[in-house]
């Protein structure tokens, strides 16, 4: 996985986290559902994330969520398919 440079300029102090097993995850250009899909994530990958925002609840294989977690400059994926071990925030809220 290529990460862009907001990720390559923070990836040292950045957790990562496995996204559901076999689900191959949508990240959109924003939190929530209708914002474009900019690119779909291999099954069984980690993601950083920067920060999180509340956005369109979905439900998914960690629960139901309405927190969705920036991954890469520009690029959203719903909590409820990250396995954070928390069902609150894990980072801090995005600007």
Do not use: K
């Amino acid at each position: 996985m290529v990460l862009g440079s907001a990720a390559t300029a923070n990836a040292a102090t950045v957790q990562t986290y496995p996204t559901a097993p076999g689900v191959r995850l949508n990240a959109r250009s924003g939190p929530g559902t209708n914002y474009t899909i900019v690119r779909v994530l291999p099954s069984d990958t980690r993601v950083p994330i920067f920060c999180q925002s509340p956005g369109t609840t979905v439900s998914g294989y960690y629960g139901t969520s309405n927190i969705w977690d920036n991954i890469d400059s520009g690029e959203y994926v719903s909590d409820a398919y990250v396995n954070t071990g928390s069902d609150g925030y894990v980072a801090s809220r995005c600007g």
